[in-house]
């Protein structure tokens, strides 16, 4: 039996209160963001009507739905959020990557009832940065983040990672390529929409000089 996830719980939540609201503030961005992060592996996005597919699809999506899957996506999402502000919006960089972390860290300590949640946080981005300056490629970031993923399997608390020197994790061929999958669609699809949100979120408080 799948295991409650508090984050998309909460995310589900403040998009409903986003809905009637309609208020435009860095804390409903927030709130935005981990929605957007929620939509990895949802059972509810299978769409194969193939059922041996749908059913080995179902158990992989059982075993990386948790909060723990969703906390290593997040690190990167995060990543990519502050990256795009480093690019596009620097006056803005420092305050609002500082208020998604924090509250990025209040949500994940709750929900993986860890207390190293901001250690790891830290761990991820610095090597993401790292990996940014390097130029390196989506499938390079898509490597390490696979690997963490796949430490997380059945909502295993996520640990320090050290990038070139931890072993890899070995796992069914078929699951590893299905989360590859998932991870590249999350890439083409997820983050672009996220930061196009973003984007518009810029443009509004400009606008109105917010």
Avoid at 115 to 122: C, I, M, Q, T
Wanted: include cysteine; charge should be positive.
């Amino acid at each position: 039996m799948r295991q409650k996830s508090v984050i998309r719980e909460w995310a589900n939540q403040k998009e409903k209160e986003a809905k009637k609201s309609n208020e435009v503030s860095p804390e409903a961005l927030f709130g935005s963001m981990i929605y957007a992060l929620s939509a990895f592996a949802q059972e509810k996005n299978l769409n194969d009507k193939n059922n041996g597919i749908r059913k080995l699809h179902k158990g992989t999506f059982r075993k990386y739905s948790g909060d723990s899957s969703l906390f290593e996506i997040g690190c990167y999402l995060f990543f990519r959020i502050d990256l795009w502000l480093f690019k596009n919006k620097p006056e803005y960089r420092e305050s609002l990557s500082c208020l998604f972390a924090e509250k990025f860290k209040k949500l994940f300590s709750k929900a993986l009832k860890i207390d190293n949640v901001a250690e790891l946080l830290d761990e991820r981005i610095k090597k993401y940065g790292e990996m940014a300056r390097k130029g390196e490629k989506n499938e390079q970031y898509h490597h390490f983040l696979t690997e963490l993923i796949k430490r997380t399997e059945n909502n295993k608390s996520p640990e320090h990672y050290y990038f070139e020197k931890s072993p890899i994790v070995l796992i069914d061929i078929t699951e590893e390529m299905f989360l590859e999958l998932k991870l590249a669609s999350f890439e083409k699809f997820i983050i672009p929409a996220f930061l196009g949100s973003l984007e518009n979120y810029f443009k509004y408080i400009e606008k109105n000089q917010i």
